[in-house]
C-alpha cells in the first residue's frame, strides 16, 4: 500500500523558514518523480514543486520560485520541501504527492503550515 | 483565478448524471492528458481519472472522462448522495512547466 507521511508543519513568524518531510512507503520511491501541492480549505489546491525520480531536474510554481527548494534522499526514501521568506500567504496544508504522468495520483494526509506572527 | 476552469457547482438527483466541464487551453489540456480527483472536506484528494478516460483501480465505472481539445469532461452516473464532493480537473501547462488544477466544483445530489 502507497504510504505519503508528512511532517514538520507548524507556526513560523513571517519572513522565518520552515521545512517539510514526507516519508515514502509501499512502493520504490527512487522510480518515481514526486511533488509538493498545496490547499488553503475550501480553495483548489494549487502546485508547488516537483522533483526528478534521481534528483537531477526540479520545477516550481512562480510563486516559490527563489523561496522554495525541493529535494530528497533516495536512500531514506524521504522528499523535503524548504521554505524560506515565508509569508501569511503561504498559509496551506501541505500535500506530498507521487507523480503519475505529470499530474499526481497518490497523496499524503497534509500538513498544516500557519504564518503568523 | 485558476487557469483551468469548471464550474463552481452542479447538482442533480439519485440516480441521475451530472457532467462537469473543465476549460483550458492549447498549452495545457489541449497538449496533455486531464485527470479528476475527489475531494471530501478535511481529507486528501483522491484520484479518479487520468489520462483523460482511465479509471484507477477500485474507482467504479460510473465515474467516467473525457477530452475534446482544450477541454476535459467527468461524468458520473448512477448518482448517489455519497457523491457529493468537491472535483477537481489538472493537466500540465507545457508553457508554465507546471501542473494546474481547475478551481473546483461542488457535487450536490439533490
Known amino acids: 500500500e502507497v504510504q505519503l507521511v508528512e511532517s514538520g508543519g507548524g507556526l513560523v513568524q513571517p519572513g522565518g523558514s520552515l521545512r517539510l518531510s514526507c516519508t515514502a512507503s509501499g512502493f520504490t520511491f527512487s522510480d518515481f518523480w514526486m511533488h509538493w501541492v498545496r490547499q488553503v480549505p475550501g480553495k483548489s489546491p494549487v502546485w508547488v514543486a516537483r522533483?526528478?525520480?534521481?534528483?537531477?531536474?526540479?520545477n516550481y510554481a512562480d510563486f516559490v520560485r527563489g523561496r522554495f527548494l525541493i529535494s530528497r534522499d533516495n536512500t531514506r526514501n524521504t522528499l523535503y520541501l524548504q521554505m524560506n521568506s515565508l509569508t501569511a500567504e503561504d498559509t496551506a496544508v501541505y500535500y506530498c504527492a507521487r507523480d503519475f504522468y505529470y499530474v499526481v495520483d497518490y497523496w499524503g494526509q497534509g500538513v498544516q503550515v500557519t504564518v503568523s506572527s | 483565478q485558476s487557469v483551468l476552469t469548471q464550474p463552481p457547482s452542479v447538482s442533480a438527483a439519485p440516480g441521475q448524471k451530472v457532467t462537469i466541464s473543465c476549460s483550458g487551453s492549447?498549452?495545457?489540456?489541449?497538449?496533455?492528458?486531464v485527470a479528476w480527483y475527489r475531494q471530501v472536506p478535511g481529507t486528501a484528494p483522491k484520484l479518479l481519472i487520468y489520462d483523460n478516460n482511465k479509471r484507477p483501480s477500485g474507482i467504479p465505472d460510473r465515474f467516467s472522462g473525457s477530452k475534446s481539445y482544450t477541454s476535459g469532461t467527468l461524468a458520473i452516473t448512477g448518482l448517489q448522495t455519497g457523491d457529493e464532493a468537491d472535483y477537481y480537473c489538472?493537466?500540465?501547462?507545457?508553457?508554465?512547466?507546471?501542473?494546474?488544477f481547475g478551481g473546483g466544483t461542488k457535487l450536490t445530489v439533490l
Open positions: 522533483i526528478q525520480d534521481d534528483d537531477k531536474s526540479t
Open positions: 492549447s498549452s495545457n489540456i489541449g497538449d496533455h492528458y
Open positions: 489538472a493537466s500540465w501547462d507545457r508553457g508554465l512547466s507546471a501542473a494546474l
